[in-house]
């Protein structure tokens, strides 16, 4: 066995696997730590579905109408944060309920997209380059695992830790979680409540966008109707998963990744097991996950901002 | 600039009032994406609203009507329940493909035999099946505390691929010549949910759907158990003083709610869609929310949205045929039907003055 065969495992190439894996946690992460800005807030989101699925049709389009992959991506955040937008809108506002007005968002953003990715199904979006490490890509191991992607692998795990910082050491992080623990104390001490939310929701639209267009442009890359099956509304029991803590989120993500790689590897391996089974296991992975945390948090302290889904109405 | 003051109790005129307004803003706001898209928007609002109900074929897609109704009608009444008490059971469409499952295994199973039981044992079995399939989050939730929003739409996928796998393997019709699919249930005549007057559309999911709106609203109206549930929604402390066990009001709503859209599935499969294939799951149970918000989680409400929103199935097809609009164009209507909706209900929850609020 040479070198370039790399290690192996049942038939399953562990190096290319570990590969993989940052690509298909990347979306993920990235709509993960957005709608974790919004919870912060307090604000419940259960539209990151939609707002993905819009950020796939937006970046897919802008990529291919100017041929500039860069172009489609800042599409995609724009179309995911004009979602929720909207959504901010209607729960902040006009006061709407957020889990229902999350399931409109998710049921529009569904329909929209494919009315709007009619024109688009079969073409091929201009390839996004990686990013030329040098010498570190060329590392044995290492290189092709860590040091051979493109720059949105690398900005998704920096805004974690930008994210973390932010939320930690900043005056601005402080209000904001001010506003998601106690939305009526943050609002008799002067801060805009709804102006707070809204930019954290219109952030976390931006980057669900962002890892929908991640999904057309890189993953598949190409535009099919539907094609986030599922992957907003894993980024939300990601969320509980990481008990609103972004460095868990981060864990969470690159497990979740993990499962689909293996899975995708396993169906492609050719074992003799059904490939509706395998597909399977991404989501219930994600309900063992939920189950597990959810489970531990029951008698601790409460992971959930405490005014997470709660309707705000100054009186005053 | 404008001010909100919160009624003291929602206001029974604009209860009634938004969903109208709901309807006339989407006819609106839906007129301009029809145009946007090159569309005549008179004539498609037309075609979709008016033409299905008094065009000249409307004998034939007053039919329709009912058989798209149906299945949305007996979901949304299962859902409305545990939605007025806080529960959020949204993944009514795993419920509904797991019950056709059943139903359709059990058929399959007895297979050429013809018995009158089959047919009951099928409809038990669908809302076996719906009812298992809505305990799962709902254990989970009682158990663990996990959200019973995401498990039960993480199993909408579990159930979606569950399905392929059965039309793909178990439930392939050996005499299919290596289609995927099951048999054609409307060819076994014990297992063949018919139409029960010619024409009409109505079968026996359609009554099913008359029985569990007759059947909520005796519930929530007429039985302490619908009090509980009101007051779980309304005032969840309240509640749990007033001797409301929360984990059993968790089980009974996810459980019902499971076990009507497993019904509903196990009544498509055996009637209007007669088999199981990869594409059966057509979105029911996802619009069937949207029935339980227009019709205000009330019995007579989702008998009308469920009909509202059969039309706009059944003028969407009609609109796709004659003007070449787009499937997801319809998709796109109902959601900004939900939108216009819980947008408008602010006038349901608040009084709205307009001019500065002296402080």
Same mark, same amino acid.
């Given at each position: ?11 399953? $190439? ?20 957005? %709608? ?12 990151? %579905? ?30 995911? /944060? ?44 201009? /390839?996004?380059?990686?990013? $030329?490490?040098?010498?570190?890509? $060329? ?10 992607? $493109? ?29 998601? %623990? ?135 | ?84 008490? !806080? ?5 009514? #469409?795993?419920?509904?493909?797991? !019950? ?25 079995? !669908? ?67 018919? #139409? ?74 055996? !009637? ?88």
């Amino acid at each position: 066995m040479g070198m370039g065969a790399g290690m192996m495992l049942g038939g399953i $190439d562990l190096v290319a696997l570990a590969a993989m894996l940052m690509v298909a946690s990347t979306p993920i992460l990235l709509a993960a730590t957005g %709608e974790l800005i919004a919870e912060k807030a307090g604000v419940l989101n259960l539209g990151v %579905e939609g707002m993905m699925i819009m950020g796939a049709i937006g970046g897919f389009a802008g990529a291919v109408l100017t041929g500039s992959p860069a172009v489609g991506f800042v599409a995609g955040a724009i179309s995911g /944060a004009l979602m929720a937008l909207l959504f901010g809108f209607l729960t902040q506002v006009l006061l709407s309920n957020q889990v229902a007005t999350g399931l409109a968002l998710t049921l529009f953003g569904l329909g929209l997209s494919a009315l709007i990715g009619k024109g688009f199904e079969g073409v091929r979006p201009p /390839a996004t380059g990686k990013l $030329d490490l040098g010498a570190l890509g $060329d590392l044995p191991v290492l290189g092709p695992i860590l040091f051979r992607h $493109d720059w949105v692998v690398y900005f998704s795990l920096g805004l974690v830790v930008a994210v973390w910082l932010f939320l930690h050491l900043s005056r601005s992080g402080l209000i904001l979680r001010a506003v998601g %623990e106690n939305h009526e104390a943050a609002h008799a001490l002067g801060y805009r409540v709804v102006a707070v939310r809204m930019g954290a929701l219109a952030f976390g639209g931006a980057l669900a966008g962002l890892g929908g267009a991640y999904l057309s442009l890189v993953r598949v890359p190409q535009w099919t109707e539907g094609m986030t099956t599922g992957a907003g509304w894993i980024a939300l029991a990601i969320v509980v998963f990481g008990s609103w803590r972004v460095e868990r989120v981060l864990l969470g993500a690159y497990l979740f990744g993990g499962v689909t790689v293996l899975q995708l590897r396993l169906q492609a391996a050719g074992y003799a097991i059904p490939v509706q089974l395998l597909s399977m296991a991404p989501y219930v992975i994600t309900i063992v996950a939920l189950v597990i945390i959810s489970a531990r948090h029951r008698h601790g302290a409460q992971a959930a901002p405490a005014a997470l889904g709660r309707i705000f109405h100054a009186s005053r | 600039m404008i001010t909100l003051i919160a009624r003291p109790a929602p206001s029974r005129f604009w209860a009634w009032a938004t969903p109208v307004l709901a309807v006339l803003a989407t006819m609106i706001a839906g007129g301009v994406l029809f145009a946007i898209l090159g569309k005549d928007p008179l004539e498609a609002i037309r075609v979709i609203f008016w033409d299905p109900l008094f065009g000249a074929n409307a004998g034939y897609f007053r039919g329709q009507l009912f058989i798209k109704a149906g299945p949305l009608i007996l979901i949304a009444a299962g859902l409305a329940v545990g939605f007025r008490a !806080g529960i959020w059971n949204i993944g009514a #469409e795993g419920q509904y493909i797991v !019950g056709a499952l059943c139903g359709a295994s059990v058929a399959l199973a007895a297979y050429p035999a013809q018995s009158v039981l089959i047919f009951p044992a099928m409809v038990l079995a !669908g809302a076996l099946g719906g009812w298992a399939w809505g305990m799962i989050p709902a254990l989970l939730k009682t158990r663990f505390g996990a959200s019973e929003i995401l498990v039960s739409l993480m199993l909408v996928y579990v159930a979606q691929n569950l399905l392929a796998w059965a039309a793909f393997g178990p439930l392939k019709n050996p005499q299919g010549f290596g289609f995927p699919g099951s048999r054609n249930l409307q060819q076994y005549p014990s297992a063949h949910n018919i #139409e029960l007057i010619a024409g009409s559309g109505i079968h026996w999911g359609v009554m099913a759907g008359f029985a569990a709106l007759i059947g909520t609203y005796v519930l929530m109206n007429r039985h302490i158990a619908g009090f509980r549930i009101q007051v779980a929604g309304d005032a969840p402390k309240a509640a749990r003083f007033a001797g409301v066990a929360p984990a059993r009001l968790v089980a009974f709503c996810l459980g019902l709610s499971g076990a009507l859209a497993g019904l509903a599935g196990m009544f498509e499969v055996a !009637g209007p869609s007669g088999q199981i294939t990869d594409s059966f799951g057509a979105g029911y149970g996802f619009t069937a929310i949207i029935v339980a918000f227009l019709g205000r989680l009330n019995p007579v409400g989702i008998l009308l949205a469920g009909l509202l929103m059969a039309l706009t199935y059944i003028g969407g097809d009609m609109a796709q045929l004659m003007l070449q609009l787009p499937a997801a164009a319809i998709q796109v209507f109902q959601g900004m039907l939900l939108f216009f909706l819980l947008g408008f209900d602010l006038l349901t929850n608040y009084t709205v003055k307009w001019g500065w609020a002296r402080a």
